[in-house]
């Protein structure tokens, strides 16, 4: 409930299909392009603020002109910052130089940043050091404009290892065991080969080296390349890249884990990880964005011809439902819903939960995320209230007091601001005991509204380490003295540790899997643990489509509630007097929410792609082994 629960990350990229001149002319500026792109990041910066990056490539330059731009930023604010760079640098060459007001070209010329293809890069630094160097986009560099490529994207290997043995196995030497570093060399091998294929085919038609650089770029096959570098890539991505002369991509994995959305016009092409980004920063309508299919690939050519080319064969869809629950912004339209329609689908537990007494019962939520499931929840107790009120009136056979009719219509669910968010704890903090400290202060409380006979419902979109719940949610509830606490969870109980973006690497932190442990030692059965551990260490060594998951029989012998009962029971002190329950939505609930997402495999186990029963399995090991590593 309300952990730090960070994710990898946004995309955006934007190609002007019109020359500079245009949207000067009808926007007013030629910096159109930049502008969009600093709403375009902003409005993403729930997807990643430990740093940001953005790139651009200027098209039709002449030899020894920059046409690449590059800038990146691990600032407190990082989009902010690194649109402070490039607008000191657009306004010192303008100032220099005011001759440069109304002449585009000189613009385009002489001031960096200023280009016809951009992309940006929203981070969250789920693995590696939080350095500048870490920031997307990448850039590798070659004198060839052809082979320059500039890559970003929202995406998580599973299988880095064997790629970057792949590499070696190519000659080539990579500076970094990293996944971006790994997939952008691979896609630059096989661009690599197709620009030297093209230009030996070139050779023999008797073009010289000047006159083959526009066939090249003409010739290029984009969807080639890619479908080379993408053979064996295991993994959840939206794989974003620019190639020195102009040509863009933005390429999704198979199953479909990552989101991707675009919007194409005579003047633009956008892609973004999230669809009303798009709707607001360019004022169109929610029919006009498409979402980009599983392993398909959007390819703006450098002429401007835009295609959608199928890449790799799409699996079957496991979008990430935790990007419908949290992660994405709630005002996409469907999210909203989806989000509705998870607090409706919790009530018929909290009522039994409540006992029906509603009138006893305050409800609440924990800023800011849970706001759309609460109100849908308070829908249904309202759905619930007014079936109430019928009945009674109608048993009064129409001789009820009009004083008693309204006593009866006057029941209505109780809404309060309990939980206020008052500090936004930063990571700097690495000494335990004073985290501890922090943490229980994270949030503040509303006295005077709660009595001791009433329940208090609270309800979050998920819980996944239950460290905040513990150190300082519960406490703070429990100092309003109410009768009963009952915490709802909007998501299903978190069990397995995800590999495709999301900060879910190890087991031993997620508090299901802890409450199975408990549960495993109270009931003599904590053989059970040993069991797996030796199943799982007898499949190291398998390829990973005969691996499975067998961390599921940690959780087998137990039911939903049981679990949920004994996490409620860790996560509460002994100082704690009102009675804990937790309630987490079904995982069968979630699909009925959520039924074109239907990614659940932090839930179920049920993993997208091959290298996730790898994944947990090595993460049960390391967990039994008390290794601290990473997982993948």
């Not at 199943?535 to 087998?556: A, G, M, P, R, S």
Request: net charge neutral; charged share 30%; glycine share 6%.
């Amino acid at each position: 409930m309300s952990d730090a629960l960070k994710h990898e990350c946004g995309i955006a990229m934007i190609r002007l299909l019109k020359p500079l001149e245009y949207y000067k002319e009808k926007y007013g500026s030629a910096f159109y392009g930049v502008n969009k792109m600093y709403l375009m990041m902003e409005k993403q910066h729930n997807r990643g603020q430990d740093g940001a990056g953005f790139a651009s490539i200027k098209l039709d330059t002449k030899p020894g002109e920059r046409y690449i731009s590059r800038v990146r930023s691990i600032a407190q604010q990082p989009i902010q910052d690194i649109f402070a760079q490039i607008n000191q640098r657009i306004n010192k060459e303008l100032t220099e130089h005011p001759e440069y007001a109304d002449d585009v070209a000189a613009q385009k010329k002489h001031i960096p940043y200023i280009g016809e293809v951009l992309l940006g890069h929203v981070r969250y630094g789920t693995f590696g050091k939080n350095s500048a160097e870490n920031v997307h986009p990448f850039l590798r560099q070659n004198n060839w404009m052809h082979r320059n490529l500039i890559m970003a994207g929202n995406f998580n290997m599973t299988n880095v290892k064997e790629l970057f043995s792949n590499l070696i196995e190519l000659g080539q030497h990579p500076k970094e065991y990293t996944d971006t570093i790994t997939i952008m060399e691979k896609i630059g091998h096989f661009l690599d080969d197709a620009v030297s294929k093209i230009y030996k085919d070139l050779k023999k038609e008797g073009y010289n080296k000047q006159e083959a650089s526009p066939l090249i770029a003409e010739r290029l096959k984009v969807s080639k390349i890619l479908r080379r570098a993408a053979k064996n890539w295991d993994g959840g991505y939206a794989m974003a890249g620019l190639i020195g002369h102009g040509d863009a991509f933005v390429l999704r994995d198979p199953a479909g884990i990552r989101p991707t959305y675009y919007y194409k016009d005579d003047e633009i092409v956008v892609v973004a990880s999230e669809r009303p980004v798009i709707q607001t920063v360019f004022n169109v309508d929610f029919k006009d964005v498409k979402e980009l299919k599983p392993g398909h690939a959007i390819i703006t050519k450098k002429s401007g011809k835009v295609s959608i080319k199928k890449i790799l064969e799409p699996l079957e869809r496991k979008s990430c439902s935790f990007e419908r629950i949290y992660f994405s912004r709630g005002s996409d339209a469907e999210i909203y819903q989806e989000r509705k329609t998870l607090g409706k689908l919790l009530m018929p537990k909290v009522l039994e939960a409540i006992d029906d007494d509603t009138k006893n019962t305050v409800f609440s939520y924990i800023p800011n995320t849970a706001e759309t499931s609460f109100f849908g929840m308070i829908e249904t107790v309202e759905d619930y209230l007014n079936e109430k009120k019928t009945e009674a009136i109608l048993k009064g056979g129409g001789k009820m007091s009009a004083q008693k009719v309204t006593e009866i219509l006057e029941e209505r669910p109780r809404i309060e601001k309990i939980a206020i968010k008052d500090v936004k704890l930063r990571t700097f903090i690495t000494e335990d005991s004073s985290r501890d400290d922090l943490v229980a202060h994270v949030y503040d409380v509303t006295y005077g509204v709660i009595k001791p006979t009433d329940n208090l419902v609270i309800i979050d979109d998920s819980i996944v380490r239950g460290t905040t719940l513990k150190m300082s949610i519960l406490k703070m509830l429990d100092r309003l003295h109410p009768k009963k606490i009952v915490v709802v969870s909007s998501a299903p109980q978190i069990r397995y540790p995800d590999c495709y973006g999301i900060d879910m690497a190890n087991l031993e932190t997620l508090i299901a899997f802890r409450a199975a442990l408990a549960l495993l030692k109270d009931r003599n059965m904590y053989h059970i643990v040993e069991d797996v551990y030796n199943k799982c260490l007898v499949q190291t060594e398998l390829d990973d489509k005969d691996v499975k998951n067998f961390v599921k029989e940690i959780y087998d012998p137990f039911t939903d509630e049981e679990i949920s009962d004994k996490a409620a029971e860790l996560l509460s002190d002994e100082c704690i007097k009102a009675e804990v329950k937790i309630i987490f939505q079904p995982v069968e609930n979630l699909h009925k929410a959520c039924p074109d997402h239907a990614g659940d495999w932090y839930f179920t186990g049920n993993y997208p792609t091959v290298g996730g029963n790898r994944v947990v399995n090595r993460a049960f090991i390391n967990f039994y082994e008390g290794n601290k590593e990473r997982a993948y």
